[in-house]
């Protein structure tokens, strides 16, 4: 898969040390999938959730640890994730990061 834009990783392993080994996991694990659909993308990654945001668009989130939660935009006919954000799971439970996709 193309992965768009992996600087946003990047940024997030600046602000979260402690999160770059899994970060790194996933960027390299996602990078080589040739995911056709959601069944194949939880087939890597079973902790994978898709999740309807405000705009009505379906996210695919990426529980990184109990920690951290990666959002991401599959989109499996051209091959490439968008990275959307990185936030740690009490920001996510909150639930406030649907208003802004």
């Known amino acids: 898969m ?10 997030a392993s600046q602000q979260h040390p ?20 959601f069944a194949e993308t939880r087939a890597t990654f079973a902790h994978a959730d898709q999740v309807s945001v405000q705009s009505g668009r379906t996210v695919t ?7 951290f939660r990666l959002i991401t935009a599959i989109h499996y006919n051209r091959a490439s994730v968008f990275i959307l954000k990185f936030i740690t799971h009490a920001n996510y439970s909150k639930d406030t990061w649907k208003n802004d996709l």
Do not use: Q
């Not at 193309?2 to 940024?11: A, G, Q, T, V």
């Not at 770059?20 to 056709?36: E, V």
């Open 2 to 11: 193309r992965i768009i834009s992996k600087k946003r990783l990047d940024e």
């Open 18 to 37: 402690g999160a770059k080994p899994t970060i790194d996991h996933w960027y390299r694990a996602a990078k080589a999938a040739i995911w056709k659909n």
């Open 61 to 67: 989130v990426f529980n990184l640890t109990n920690a």
